[in-house]
């Protein structure tokens, strides 16, 4: 069974202090590895694409990594806007697009 | 900036009145996807389409949600009669086939 476990559920920084976010998954053949990022009362906010083992991709202060078994999301030097839910999606190969979603990771960044 | 619309953005009922939600996916995109979140069980997918075709409606309770594109620009998904076990937030999310997804701002729905 296709399966998405993020950890850790919350993660509290200061603002400056770097972390990392990981999505650990099982998967019947890869498509590709999604980001979203989740502010409350507002729908998944779209991130990254990965598609393969030693891919990487950055966007301002947040940068995606994979391996064949979990993807990080990077967030150096983080600032209070980052604070957020990151999700992690897989989607598989033959599954028509379907995302199969991780619960989250809380982001909460203190000035 | 083209985005995906979802109307109403909150709804309260009362346990077994009906619910529609509509969607307007973002112009071009043919695949749709409808997705309940949860505290409980986070995102969850019930059921999408391409091109209008439904290809998967397998996590949707099929005796009382129902799903449909009557056109390219709308999609609906329907719950009769509601149950206060559906009080959660409904997502349509649209893309191209097995691409990135774009999602709306959501539906918040509450059945008393």
């Known amino acids: 069974e296709d399966q998405v476990t993020q950890s850790p559920e919350a993660l509290r920084l200061q603002e400056g202090e770097s972390s990392s976010l990981n999505c650990s998954y099982t998967v019947s053949g890869l498509r590709g590895l999604f980001w979203y990022r989740q502010d409350p009362g507002k729908g998944p906010e779209f991130l990254f694409t990965l598609y393969s083992a030693g891919e990487e991709k950055e966007k301002e202060r947040l940068k995606a990594t994979l391996t064949k078994k979990e993807s990080f999301l990077h967030i150096t030097a983080p600032k209070p806007e980052d604070s957020a839910t990151y999700l992690c999606?897989?989607?598989?190969?033959?599954?028509?697009?379907?995302?199969?979603f991780g619960q989250g990771t809380e982001l909460s960044v203190k000035p | 900036d083209a985005r995906v619309t979802q109307t109403p953005r909150h709804k309260v009922t009362e346990m077994g009145q009906e619910v529609t939600m509509r969607c307007q996916p973002i112009?071009?995109?043919?695949?749709v996807f409808w997705y309940r979140q949860t505290m409980m069980q986070g995102l969850e997918l019930l059921a999408y389409f391409r091109n209008r075709a439904p290809l998967d409606d397998s996590g949707m309770p099929k005796d009382r949600f129902s799903a449909e594109m009557p056109d390219a620009t709308l999609a609906t998904l329907k719950i009769q009669p509601s149950e206060p076990r559906d009080s959660a937030v409904y997502f349509c999310?649209?893309?191209?086939?097995?691409?990135?997804?774009?999602f709306g701002p959501g539906t918040r729905l509450t059945v008393l």
């Open positions: 112009l071009g995109h043919n695949t």
């Open positions: 999310a649209s893309g191209p086939p097995a691409d990135t997804q774009y």
């Open positions: 999606a897989v989607q598989a190969n033959n599954q028509g697009g379907k995302l199969i």
